[in-house]
């Protein structure tokens, strides 16, 4: 990198990977690497020409930055998707700040002191080449495992990729490869066009391509740099700084449409139905439900369109009038429910929220909103509500027995309602007899199996309100209040109907409890109930110090198959998925649950790796035996890949967003490994294939 540059580096790469290296690998990885990278660069140095002393400090001063620069990065933001505008904000504010500024410091001031160079000269050559490094080739390093490069040569995506690689490669020649005029301005066109439609891969590729096609040209003399008349030295700084600002603006770029690109998939993807729209209540954005809803297959089919398009001129107008309230009248619409008639005549029921949009000036600018279907919440609210009234309505009606005993514990009083609600014992409860002897026969004859004698005068004789179930099925709320006189008097109530209601009830709390813990489509349990499982099972197993074990599963080619069979069949496809699932499970600790989409996650508590790695493996047999069709497979019929992790609890991490992380990594690797495949965990941040 320096011969023929009068020993100067236009872009140190070296620190550049190591930093990559270490940014993917846990601190407990960095004693083993930096060094590796120490000795390396060692002998690169001496192989350079330099002495074994200027060589060894030198390379620590590259080991001094890289860490400088790992510490900063992984002390600041535990993000490391440097795609995202924080991580990768701070890598190169630390890159071009403090990491590269110490460090060329401390190597001008070494080679100063052994060779007699120039502090400034040595600093800035040192600066300008490892900040530029690290802001170019580390960020591309780091995407380099994450499936994004293969993404930009995807089949559904290819064309645009050679045609944006085509435009990138062109534009570059015809800056770089001449040296008639000076076009330099016209890479940048070129670059951006990359980042627009290439995303984060496509500004760290375009950006590296750039920095490499113009040191090579301005090393031989072409291209505008080498239109400077100036030494060679003055060219490469001209070089770093417009490689620095392409790499600062393309980067800071992808990074705000990456962030655009992961909210606008959110919305399109969201359950619900979520819409935008202008002042004139012309939508500007929806997700795929809104489209559907409406009958049209593409979000883009909707834009533009406002409710006269979709529904009567009367219902539209309404609307419109309402929407129109929002923007301009500051008249929010909150959990609105309303009743709408589809265009079968059926009813259903929708809740929806309409909020103002303003500018950053305060200036409204439009409305979002966001609907529900409630109509299964609303259907168990009528059976609630009705309940409630047959309940009130039993209450209201009902006549109850009434008997007075004495102190002694004999009946001095008592109805015949009172009698009749006894059916085995009922005519000996007469005036005069003796109610501890009546409650002992109740209990002898079976007439009431739960019944204490003992307990239930000493209840009496103080005073409580109790329930009582007979032999039939028949519930007695007996109610006893003792008075001045030493008496006790004693209500009861045949309340049968009420406990049956108050059950039916409780069953359905029991079924809104479940609607809200179960997945829609698999009946699995969803990703909220997943969590709260997950977490109280991790910390289970940690009292008790043992294993817990998680199944990462994703349905292989499951877009093609939606693609290829239709949506309902895929649906169908993931439901036989989840009764195998399902079927698989024995222990009453496990569970299944859906994870999102097409991935769904078995928890195995007290089940070490290996354990849950053989449960896997039974899992996609079972799934294979389902021997379901698929065409677009390269298996030829349904198939699963599945990541499998555990948690020992050894003193290491233990967190459930640990265990999800490894099983996830681990899914990764089967899923790379060509699919029908199950992969562990292996400890050092990547899977391990363990079934070929």
């Known amino acids: 990198m320096t011969r023929g540059t009068e020993r100067i580096a236009a872009i140190w790469i070296s620190n550049a990977v190591l930093l990559a290296a270490v940014l993917k690998e846990e601190r407990s990885s960095w004693i083993f690497l930096f060094p590796a990278a120490w000795l390396g660069n060692i002998l690169a140095n001496l192989q350079s020409g330099d002495g074994l002393l200027t060589a060894a400090t030198l390379s620590a001063v590259n080991m001094i930055e890289v860490l400088i620069c790992a510490l900063l990065v992984t002390g600041l933001t535990k993000e490391r998707d440097f795609r995202r505008p924080r991580p990768m904000f701070i890598l190169t504010a630390v890159s ?12 001008a001031f070494a080679l100063y002191q052994m060779t007699g160079a120039s502090f400034i000269s040595v600093f800035a050559n040192w600066y300008a080449a490892d900040a530029l490094g690290l802001i170019t080739v580390t960020p591309l390093l780091l995407i380099l495992n994450r499936g994004d490069l293969a993404d930009l040569f995807h089949r559904r995506v290819l064309l645009r990729t050679l045609f944006v690689l085509v435009v990138l490669v062109t534009a570059l020649a015809a800056v770089f490869l001449q040296s008639t005029l000076p076009l330099l301005f016209l890479a940048f066109p070129a670059i951006i066009l990359a980042t627009f439609c290439l995303g984060f891969p496509g500004a760290a590729f375009s950006v590296f391509l750039t920095a490499m096609i113009g040191l090579w040209s301005t090393m031989y003399g072409l291209g505008p740099i080498a239109l400077i008349q100036e030494s060679l030295r003055i060219k490469l700084y001209a070089l770093q700084l417009f490689t620095a600002t392409s790499s600062i603006t393309s980067f800071a770029i992808a990074c705000l449409l990456g962030e655009r690109t992961l909210l606008m998939s959110a919305l399109s993807q969201a359950p619900d139905f979520h819409y935008i729209k202008n002042l004139r209540s012309e939508i500007v954005s929806a997700n795929l439900n809104v489209a559907r809803h409406v009958g049209l297959r593409t979000t883009t089919e909707v834009l533009g369109k406002t409710d006269f398009d979709f529904t009567n001129r009367e219902r539209a107008k309404e609307l419109f009038i309402e929407e129109q309230g929002v923007m301009f009248s500051n008249n929010p619409v909150n959990n609105k429910v ?3 008639l589809d265009a079968r005549g059926n009813e259903r029921w929708f809740e929806t929220s309409k909020v103002p949009l303003h500018s950053a000036t305060g200036r409204v600018v439009g409305m979002a909103g966001v609907t529900r279907d409630i109509m299964e919440r609303r259907s168990l609210e009528l059976e609630l509500k009705a309940g409630k009234e047959r309940l009130d309505l039993i209450l209201s009606e009902m006549s109850g027995g009434l008997a007075v005993i004495n102190s002694d514990g004999f ?33 002898e004859k079976g007439e009431a199996p739960g019944l204490d004698p ?55 709390a029991k079924k809104l409890e479940l609607l809200a813990d179960t997945d829609g489509l698999t009946g699995l349990f969803n990703r909220r109930s997943f969590d709260e499982r997950i977490e109280q099972e991790i910390s289970r197993c940690r009292r008790n110090r ?19 069979y239709g949506h309902q069949a895929g649906d169908a496809y993931l439901q ?7 079927a698989t499970i024995k222990r009453p600790a496990d569970f299944v649950a859906r994870y999102g989409g097409e991935e769904m996650c078995i928890v195995l508590p007290e089940t070490e790796q290996s354990g849950a790695f053989v449960f896997a493996e039974h899992v996609r047999l079972a799934v294979n035996r389902l021997a379901i069709a698929h065409a677009k497979s390269e298996k030829m019929h349904v198939t699963i890949s599945a990541g499998v992790a555990a948690l020992v609890h050894d003193g290491k991490a233990s967190t459930a967003a640990e265990l999800i992380y490894r099983a996830d990594t681990a899914l990764y690797t089967a899923k790379s490994g060509g699919r029908d495949r199950i992969a562990c965990w292996n400890g050092s941040g990547d899977g391990m294939l363990r079934r070929m």
């Open 96 to 107: 071009m700040g403090p990491a590269c500024l110490l460090s060329a410091g401390i190597a």
């Open 338 to 340: 309303e009743r709408v």
């Open 411 to 443: 009946i001095i009083f008592c109805n015949e309602k009172y009698k009749s609600l006894f059916p085995l014992t009922g005519e000996l409860r007469n005036p005069g007899a003796y109610l501890p002897s009546i409650l002992a026969l109740s209990k």
């Open 454 to 508: 003992k307990i239930a005068m000493r209840k009496l004789k103080e005073g409580a309100d109790d329930e009582l179930e007979l032999y039939n099925g028949t519930w007695l709320r007996i109610r006893s209040n003792p008075v001045a006189n030493g008496n006790t008097t004693i209500v009861v109530s045949d309340v049968t109907d009420m406990k049956k209601a108050y059950f039916e009830l409780r069953g359905m």
């Open 546 to 564: 043992k294993p817990i074990s998680l199944i990462m599963i994703d349905v292989d080619r499951f877009k093609a198959y939606n693609d290829h």
């Open 576 to 582: 036989n998925v989840a009764r195998v699932l399902e």
